[in-house]
């Protein structure tokens, strides 16, 4: 099962048919709240983040993702993240 975290839905749409048409299961995040619940599920094996999510940025699903051992690719539509 992968954690799609994505605020923009069209960019969302994009990245869960791609995992879905691979026959992944997809679980869906849309903000970092709901991204922070989902990286608690059981069957996670991995996860695609948005690095600016609407209501923060994804440090602390990274953090969480790493301590659960869960493999994690960061994308991001800012040129600059180092200093968030």
């Not at 992944?24 to 990286?39: F, K, T, Y």
């Amino acid at each position: 099962m992968i954690l799609i975290a994505e605020d923009q839905p069209l960019i969302a749409l994009d990245i869960v048919v791609a995992f879905q048409s691979a026959g992944a299961l997809v679980l869906m995040g849309r903000s970092l709240d709901g991204a922070l619940e989902l990286v608690e599920h059981d069957g996670l094996s991995a996860a695609v983040l948005d690095f600016g999510l609407g209501d923060g940025d994804a440090g602390a699903v990274c953090g969480r993702l790493k301590e659960r051992d869960i493999p994690f690719i960061l994308h991001s539509g800012y040129t600059h993240t180092a200093d968030r």
